[in-house]
């Protein structure tokens, strides 16, 4: 029987707000000229489209909750496509067990490895709180909230691919070189 290889390489960046998930996708854009997809990003460019699906999502943002992997899902798929390139950093998502069994079911795609990056909750609430980019969910009181929903919904999925020996762990709580310096180690043969 014939099967046909899978088209798109994908590695889940995952980790806490603020741990560092942007600012190492993007060193590692300048050096291996993958494509970073932050579902995040693409969700708040949705909002400004304005639609009920954008106004659902932005609702959701503002308080931390987690969109459902239908909307985000059309959002990366559209990306992967357009981008016409084959390897991919997913930045922040799949954010729970829905989201992850959703992308999952998906076909021509290899999840090559989930890089996690591990950083003290509130090492991540002083990066937030300076971080100063106009962002709805940046103020304490939704940062909380976000903690709550890594814990409780999205560790499961670091938990899960943990289990099948496929998560890279780093310590982001060392200044972004230094974090850099491990991070693109696992790159080399992607
Ligand atoms: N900084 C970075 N690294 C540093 C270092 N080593 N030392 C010192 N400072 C460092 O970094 C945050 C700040 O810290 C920056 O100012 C940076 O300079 C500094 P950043 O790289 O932006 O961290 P990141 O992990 O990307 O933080 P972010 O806030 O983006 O993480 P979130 O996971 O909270 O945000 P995301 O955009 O992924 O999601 C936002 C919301 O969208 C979610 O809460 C949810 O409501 C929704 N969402 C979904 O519903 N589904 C999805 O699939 C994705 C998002
Ligand atoms: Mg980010």
């Known amino acids: 029987m014939e099967w046909a290889a899978p088209t798109f390489h994908v590695v889940f960046v995952l980790g806490g707000p603020g741990s560092g998930k942007g600012t190492q996708c993007a060193k ?7 494509v970073h997809l932050s579902a995040g990003d693409l969700l708040r460019a949705h909002v400004k489209s304005g639609t009920e699906d954008g106004n659902m999502v932005k609702a959701m943002i503002a308080e931390g909750k987690i969109v459902p992997s239908s909307v985000t899902i059309g959002l990366l798929k559209k990306a992967m496509l357009e981008s016409g390139k084959t390897k991919f950093l997913i930045d922040g998502f799949p954010r729970n067990a829905e989201n992850r069994e959703a992308f999952e079911k998906e076909d021509g795609i290899d999840i090559h490895f989930v890089l996690f990056f591990d950083c003290p909750e509130k090492v991540m609430e002083k990066r937030i709180l300076s971080r100063n980019e106009g962002r709805s969910d940046d103020n304490v009181k939704t940062i909380r909230k976000r903690f709550k929903v890594f814990i409780d919904q999205s560790m499961p999925v670091v938990n899960h691919y943990k289990g099948m020996g496929k998560v890279h762990w780093v310590n982001s709580n060392r200044d972004p ?8 180690k696992l790159f080399e043969n992607f």
């Open 177 to 184: 070189e230094a974090v850099y310096a491990e991070t693109r």
């Open 28 to 34: 590692l854009v300048e050096e291996f000229g993958v």
